[in-house]
């Protein structure tokens, strides 16, 4: 045992890092580490004076999750982690957008004949971007605002493609197919929040910041639903999960927050974070990619399927063919934001967890484990034919 681990546990406060920060002291020779350290409720704004005179550097303030980002020294990690205001310490994670380009040009999109259309209700949409798009401008313009986190533009953009697709299949009007590859909520109202790249990847601290937005604007810009399309897999418990943190603060608030199971099936345990968080609405698909629960707590998820197969949806390239073929749980959590849009049309008083109900409610069994289905795919139809209260 190394002289580092033998402190640690002298101090009793392994329980604090991350282990994968440990393993990382001892294979790479690195001097300072990108981190996010929780510290526990009530401390006061000094604490930032007290990690700057341990030499962290780059110290940001996230209040979503009552916190910092940082990097730390190395060198000094055994009197940072001795701080009775520590809580929790682990590595600003890298995290991926869930779903990628397809080759088969067969569509498994839902078709919506509801007479519904989600009309108003707005989705803040945490992803690579969105582009303007026809069917996302025309016959009106539905994108009423956008957030970059990234390069910190003020028009709408996306150059990725993850983010247009996914908006394409929430609210795409189809007029440039005829109404063919119409979105699921062809009215609705959407927020552009860009915290992933060029290459759709971002990390844990800009995914927080972007949420923090979201729950700052929520009343300003009238945000009904928030996707989440993105994640990473979490060594930690739900309870030290930075993302998990703040996902739930946001549903606390009435936010309806949808993320994807995660693209590492079929093997189980493979859920997501985000998607790992227990109140919030998590989409798998029926496919051999989509990942299992349980969660390392012991929760069922995913909560509910759709199809998440070759959907095809608005592309971000205006050179190209205006549509393109995704494959993801990001392409089934995205009908499923579509098709919350349409209940809170229908009964726009739902809360979070009344409207997680009827989409459980809503499912058709494919009869496999509950890790696997959750409470089965969503049916549409089933959907809006509910009459509740």
């Known amino acids: 045992m190394s002289l580092l681990h033998r402190a640690l546990k002298y101090f009793s406060i392994k329980n604090r890092i991350e282990p994968s920060i440990l393993w990382s002291l001892n294979h790479y020779p690195l001097s300072f580490m990108e981190a996010i350290l929780q510290i526990r409720e009530g401390i006061p704004s000094t ?3 007290k990690l700057s005179k341990f030499g962290c550097k780059d110290i940001e303030y996230l209040p979503i999750i009552n916190g910092f980002f940082l990097l730390f020294p190395l060198s000094k990690i055994r009197e940072i982690l001795n701080q009775p205001f520590i809580k929790f310490l682990s590595l600003n994670h890298k995290v991926f957008a869930l779903g990628d380009k397809a080759s088969n040009k067969i569509s498994g999109n839902i078709i919506n004949s509801s007479g519904y259309t989600g009309k108003n209700i707005v989705a803040a949409l945490l992803d690579t971007g969105i582009h303007p798009h026809k069917d996302l401008t025309l016959p009106r313009n539905r994108i009423i605002f956008f957030k970059d986190f990234v390069h910190g533009q ?15 299949s929430i609210g795409g009007s189809g007029v440039l197919s005829q109404g063919e590859f ?4 062809p009215n609705s109202l959407l927020i552009g ?7 759709g990847t971002g990390d844990v601290k800009t995914t927080l910041k972007a949420l923090q ?11 009904r639903i928030v996707h989440l399309p993105l994640g990473v897999y979490s060594p930690y418990s739900l309870d030290n999960d930075p993302l998990v943190i703040a996902v739930n603060k946001l549903w606390s608030a009435g936010l309806i927050v949808v993320c994807p199971a995660g693209n590492s099936g079929p093997s189980k345990v493979s859920i997501v974070s985000p998607g790992c968080a227990k109140d919030i609405i998590t989409v798998g698909c029926n496919c051999d990619f989509s990942s299992r629960g349980p969660t390392m707590e012991g929760f069922h ?10 959907i095809i949806a608005a592309n971000n390239n205006p050179h190209q063919s205006p549509y393109i073929s995704f494959s993801g749980t990001s392409m089934a959590s995205s009908i499923v934001i579509g098709a919350i849009a349409l209940i809170l049309e229908k009964y726009p008083d739902l809360d979070p967890q009344e409207v997680k109900l009827v989409l459980e409610m809503s499912c058709n069994s494919l009869h496999f484990e509950k890790n696997i289905q959750g409470k089965g795919m969503l049916d549409l139809k089933k959907l809006l034919s509910l009459t509740i209260r």
């Open 301 to 310: 998820k995913p909560d509910i399927l759709a199809p998440g197969s070759n």
């Open 213 to 223: 937005w979201v729950l700052d604007n929520r009343i300003k810009h009238k945000i």
């Open 47 to 49: 604490i930032e004076k």
């Open 193 to 199: 929040i860009k915290c992933l790249d060029k290459g």
């Open 182 to 185: 119409k979105g699921i909520a």
């Open 154 to 168: 003020s028009s709408p953009y996306d150059d990725h493609g993850h983010g247009t697709h996914c908006a394409g």
